[in-house]
């Protein structure tokens, strides 16, 4: 009689649950109510529940929960089965299911949680690898002269140099230059420390003239994910990069223009099955936020490294796949050259005429003015125009 809006069945006008209940007190049956239809003493509601029989009646049949089928059942297959996590975690990538890949758990049988609750499915579980960065002796932290040297020996026999930076905000021309990360080979990456407030570290002059040699060699190939943020860093900071720089984000976007799953995380996540550390669990969020410098080297080091390590294996997956796709002349002849030329303009900036500027924000400030007197003489009195009730009234 009252419907139910959850499922989409509409109820008798009229006819609420108070109603329903002293029908349902009085006659105990819906085919008992209309039997009586005319003894209702309400005459809208006894026409309302005429014209809804036919509706009623789908209705009960509807809710009514069926429980005579003839089944076969056999216990055995109503056991909760686990699931083929990589075939899920593929399927979710492909369809951009980012927070959902989160909440996936290792296993179809998730234990209790911290507080001891149990849920509908759950069951002891044994440990299962996750697909987690790898991290560990081939990322290094170079805090002194000795390692540094290790790492220039590391860059003599590159093929190709990986780079990151790590600063304190988002914004290429304010943010600080906090950290360097580079990586030669995969799996093979180094962080170098140059601005943490706390931890050894080498002054940031001591290694640009160590690194930049290989930066500058216009031979030796480099390759950056959003390059243009990390190329700009670089710029600021006295260390030019030449040779041709590949950005494997370019190179994603090129073979799905349509995705927006282009930052390196998710591009991790999608070829290299890699869950990697967000950065806001190093930093935190909100009021709590600390910048980088703030994180301890080593939290830093191993996220840096994971960073340019997945770049360059990213890089070494992308690139053969836009050469079998035909794209490759339009990366390497469009794309990519104008990542440097970006760069340099923004750097450059644009200049303005500050005198100009002002002096038209004065005669449009007056303009204004002068129109709203116009508008209030023909209107007759002085109104909101901000206000869209009172411009239409």
């Known amino acids: 009689l009252t419907g139910d809006s959850s499922d989409n069945i509409p109820g008798v006008p009229g006819v609420g649950e108070k109603t329903a209940v002293k029908f349902l007190k009085e006659y105990e049956t819906l085919d008992n109510l209309y ?60 369809l951009e299911f980012r927070s959902l890949l989160k909440e996936l758990p290792q296993t179809a049988f998730p234990t209790s949680d911290d507080n001891g609750q149990m849920g509908l499915f759950d069951a002891p579980v044994e440990e299962t690898a996750t697909a987690e960065a790898p991290v560990g002796n081939h990322y290094r932290c170079v805090q002194d002269q000795a390692a540094l040297e290790n790492v220039v020996a590391q860059l003599k026999r590159a093929k190709i140099l990986s780079f990151d930076v790590e600063t304190t905000g988002t914004d290429a021309i304010q943010a600080a230059l906090v950290g360097l990360g580079v990586a030669w080979a995969p799996g093979e990456a180094a962080y170098i420390p140059v601005a943490h407030q706390d931890g050894d570290q080498l002054p940031w002059e001591v290694v640009r003239a160590a690194v930049a040699p290989f930066f ?3 031979q030796l190939p480099k390759v950056a994910h959003n390059g243009k943020y990390d190329l700009t860093i670089c710029l600021r900071n006295g260390l030019a990069v030449n040779g041709p720089i590949h950005d494997t984000m370019t190179m994603a976007w090129l073979l799905d223009p349509a ?76 794309e990519l050259p104008l990542l440097p030329v970006l760069t340099d303009m923004e750097l450059a900036g644009v200049k303005l005429d500050l005198d100009y500027l002002a002096d038209m924000s004065t005669r449009l400030t007056d303009r204004l003015q002068e129109l709203e007197t116009e508008l209030f003489a023909i209107v007759g009195h002085e109104f909101n125009l901000r206000s869209t009730q009172q411009l239409s009234q």
Request: with cysteine.
């Open 35 to 94: 039997a009586h239809i005319d003894d209702i003493s309400g005459p809208k509601t006894r026409q309302n529940l005429i014209d809804a029989q036919p509706q009623v009646e789908l209705n009960k049949k509807l809710v009514t929960i069926v429980r005579d089928l003839d089944l076969t059942y056999d216990s055995q297959q109503c056991h909760l089965q686990d699931y083929d996590q990589e075939a899920v975690i593929k399927l979710f990538n492909e």
């Open 216 to 218: 500058a060699d216009p």
């Open 259 to 334: 995705s927006r799953a282009l930052g390196l995380k998710d591009q991790a996540a999608l070829e290299l099955e890699w869950e990697m550390t967000e950065i806001t669990e190093l930093i935190g969020k909100g009021r709590k936020q600390v910048t980088i410098d703030q994180v301890e080297i080593a939290a830093t080091g191993a996220y840096c490294g994971a960073d340019v390590d997945a770049t360059i294996q990213l890089f070494n997956i992308l690139a053969p796949r836009l050469r079998e796709a035909g794209m490759w002349d339009l990366y390497e002849e469009i």
